[in-house]
């Protein structure tokens, strides 16, 4: 059986091509640049932009692992139509999308997306296209924590500094849960829609730094940052697009209680997979 992962040299990527290595299956990676992975998994360059490029990489393939590019939305809403098309065209036994933490599963919240947004579109293609697919839906992942700007202020100034209240709960989740359930999904085509993934109940910051506290040995308490701050401080690492989305993200959940999946959908209910603590995850990365 073979693979197909986007943004294999990527976060959420990569992840995925690890463990799939690690399973003995059949990989190939797509990411901008030719190459190999650190285990000698092919990566080869196929274009968002390119119907063509993307079909011949899907061709053939029993599962393919989607998730869509940072950048501005109106390019994301192309790539988008493209992916699907070329799903449609290739025919893939499975199809798993990560939403990246768009809301697609909430659409009594205000953060639900709309229906023309890119992540909708592309799920609209999938279910137009009659495959066989299921959608990951995270929310924040704790990988943003290792942001340079994060990490620098925890190290010297003992503060874990984030642009959410103190006591907004989030579902967070990390690249490695999302890992573990687009594997487990790519065997359980008996599950489809979406299956949400993250912390549940949800955790607030001044639960996160007293995981750092726990971690480090020594006290991490929280403050609050504004999104504009966090926004300037990503830019040069994600653009200036990439940025300004991640501002308006924020600003966003400024205006709401919560950004929390809901127990129906979830893959603890879905799956028995829990996601790991804030805690694990630290140990496991070895920060």
């Known amino acids: 059986m073979s693979y197909v992962i986007h943004g294999a040299t990527g976060a959420q990527g990569k992840p995925v091509l690890t463990k799939l290595e690690a399973a003995g299956k059949q990989v190939v990676g797509l990411a901008r640049k030719h190459g190999t992975s650190d ?3 092919p990566i080869v360059a196929a274009r968002y932009s390119s119907v063509q490029e993307l079909t011949a990489a899907y061709e053939g393939a029993d599962g393919v692992f989607v998730h869509l590019p940072i950048g501005a939305e ?9 992916i699907a098309a070329a799903l449609r065209a290739a025919q893939p036994r499975r199809v798993v999308v990560s939403t990246s933490g768009v809301v697609v599963d909430r659409p009594s919240s205000p953060l639900q997306a709309p229906v023309e947004a890119a992540v909708p579109t592309l799920i609209r293609g999938l279910e137009q296209a009659g495959l066989s697919y299921a959608v990951i839906a995270p929310r924040l992942f704790l990988e943003n924590l290792l942001a340079p700007s994060v990490l ?6 003992g503060v874990l500094r984030y642009p959410l209240r103190a006591d907004f709960p989030v579902s967070w989740s990390s690249h490695l849960d999302n890992a573990d359930v687009a594997t487990a999904l790519f065997d359980r085509t008996d599950i489809t829609g979406t299956i949400a993934v993250g912390q549940y109940p949800g955790l ?21 940052s504004t999104p504009e701050v966090f926004g300037e401080l990503l830019a040069p690492a994600i653009g200036a ?40 995850w630290l140990e496991q990365i070895g920060w």
């Open 39 to 41: 285990h000698g998994t």
């Open 74 to 82: 109106e390019d994301r809403v192309t790539y988008a139509h493209n």
């Open 152 to 157: 620098d202020a925890v190290r010297t100034d």
């Open 204 to 224: 607030t910051g001044p639960d996160l730094a007293e995981a750092f506290t726990a971690h480090l040995g020594r006290t991490v308490s929280y403050e609050p």
């Open 241 to 280: 697009a990439g940025a300004a989305g991640v501002v308006a993200l924020y600003q966003w959940l400024a205006t709401v209680r919560d950004n929390t999946i809901t127990i129906d959908n979830s893959a603890q209910q879905k799956l028995g997979l829990k996601p790991r603590t804030t805690t694990e």
